[in-house]
């Protein structure tokens, strides 16, 4: 990379991402382990979760949520209606809040915002509603702000997050048919402005055809943004992190 990242980053396949910050706090988002074609053997194998963010309710976002609630007891950023239905599970810890609010723990700084999606919570036999779906914004104590968009087309108040928040780290979905394809996201990618752009929702269901390379490709010759294309598994600005922290 041509730059630092100041925070760690991990794609643990297709929308589960876990980020740590510089002071080792662990930050999951989204976590789907058991059935994940993309995710790598160990990806379960977290030895800590401080905090959980949770975009929408489908199950390739949020089928491990509440064992991970269960097994590190993180605090766990949701919309208002999911925090309902977690509560219901006898899951603690939650905020439930709605887009344009911010909560902080321990320095880092969590705000939710718009998607374009939809969302809904697969309980048994029953499909629930799962309140409106969300990206975050995360600034961590170092001040690295990034820009998660959760599963999301592409609209144009994209560039009002970029010019609000400021984000260095932008991490899109690429995949197609259910989010943005790489054609989307690279224009999106343009009017957010974060130097970095790290692809996920890509490559672990046939349909899913979106490619980093694609991604690139339609950036041309923007080459002040760096897509950083980081494989299930891998860690990037692993450096920047303590030793022994994860």
Known sequence: MSSPLGISITWLGH??????????????????FDG????????????????????????????????????????????????????????????????????????????MVQALHSSSIVDGDRVLP???????????????????????AFFGDMKWIGDLYKPSIAVLPIGDVFTMAPREAAIAAALIGARHVVPIHHSSFPALTGTPAELKRHLGDQRDIEVVDVKPGETVGADLVREGSR
């Open 15 to 32: 929308a589960t991402v876990l980020y740590r910050s510089s002071r080792g706090k662990a930050v999951l988002v989204d976590p789907w």
């Open 36 to 111: 994940n074609p993309s995710a790598p053997p160990d990806a379960k194998n977290l030895s800590s979760v401080d905090l959980m963010l949770v975009t929408h309710g489908h199950a390739d976002h949020f089928a491990a949520v509440i064992p991970v609630a269960r097994k590190f007891h993180p605090d766990i950023v949701c919309n208002y209606e999911i925090s309902i239905y977690l509560g219901s599970k006898g899951i603690a810890k939650l905020h439930g809040i709605n887009q344009g609010g911010t909560v902080a723990f321990d320095g880092i700084k969590v705000t």
């Open 130 to 152: 799962g309140g409106g779906p969300c990206g975050f914004v995360i600034e961590f104590e170092n001040g690295t702000r990034v820009y998660h968009a959760g599963d999301t």
